[in-house]
């Protein structure tokens, strides 16, 4: 599955080639440093915690054309927000957590050509 739209990120970058290098690789650094605080969220079972991470994380989606995951991620948010319990929580981050593996390894490897 491809998870990422190249197009729009080169939209969103206004076509700049150093622009795109920038954000990719600012986005391949701080996207797994905000996935493990929402996975530490989850590990202590805070659903503050979990909600703001999921709500944090969600917006970065769309600059890469990944809107089915920042459904996901709202999904995640919404479960915390409605207390839902923490097996749906970890169930529905066990998702997320694959698809976020997968989105990284495309983008390391879009970086590579630009």
């Known amino acids: 599955m491809n998870h990422l739209d190249i197009e729009l990120i080169s939209l969103n970058m206004f076509d700049n080639q150093e622009l795109i290098k920038q954000f990719v690789s600012m986005y391949l650094i701080q996207t797994p440093v905000d996935l493990d605080k929402l996975r530490q969220a989850l590990a202590e079972g805070n659903l503050q915690k979990i909600g703001d991470a999921a709500h944090h994380i ?11 995951l920042k459904e996901k991620f709202e999904e995640l948010e919404n479960h915390a927000k409605n207390k839902e319990s923490l097996e749906i929580l970890r169930a529905t981050f066990g998702i997320i957590d694959i ?12 970086e590579k050509t630009i």
């Open 58 to 68: 969600k917006p970065t989606m769309d600059y890469i054309g990944a809107f089915h």
């Open 99 to 110: 698809e976020m593996k997968e989105l990284l390894f495309e983008l390391e490897q879009y």
